[in-house]
């Protein structure tokens, strides 16, 4: 039905109609796709990572686990998926944690999700905590926790079904000073197929 490119660093969003899919592919490998979902007909219902995580019993997402609300009901499906093991806990980028971290205050993706809730009357209240397509947080037996190197080889995709319809948000993570892009933020594609 639709493709574009998301520039490299770009923000985008987009209504998925119900049974709608949307393909996120990262086209070059080793890009971080920061991603944020809303009830179109209602963004004060959103995804909420706790959900999320409880009913896949995993705080990394594949294909088979869903997306879920505050409301506790499924926004996407995830139907097909090549990386595996996509992140819950990472956060965004942006460039205050920036600052506090690498004592740089790049722009992150908090500032373009910022710039596409905007076009949705939505903004700074509205962001919560986001799924990470792409990225890696390992997390040790003890708890200790760091952002990986990219290691998504290009082509590799993932595919949501909308089971709503839902206003998708993405940040190409413009991030350079952790590894998640492995230091070099590149382009990705988005599909919207037919349901």
Known sequence: MHSEIVSACAPW???????????????????AVDFLCYCADDPSERYHAPNTI??????LLTKGHSLYSDRARALFSIEEDSFGGHDTIGGCCSE??????????????????????????LGWKDIVPNVNWFMSVP???????????????PGEFVTLRAEMDVLAVISNCPQVLNPCNNFNPTDVAV????N
């Open 139 to 153: 997390v040790d037996a003890v708890g200790a926790a760091h952002v990986a190197k990219g290691s998504s080889r």
């Open 54 to 59: 409880k009913k896949a019993n995993s705080i």
């Open 191 to 194: 599909d919207i197929l037919a």
């Open 96 to 121: 205050m944690s920036n600052k506090m971290l690498y004592g740089v205050g790049n722009r992150g993706c908090r500032e373009n999700f910022l710039s596409a809730l905007a076009d949705h009357g």
């Open 13 to 31: 969003s987009r209504v998925i109609k119900t049974g709608e899919r949307l393909r996120i592919v990262d086209t070059h490998g080793e890009q």
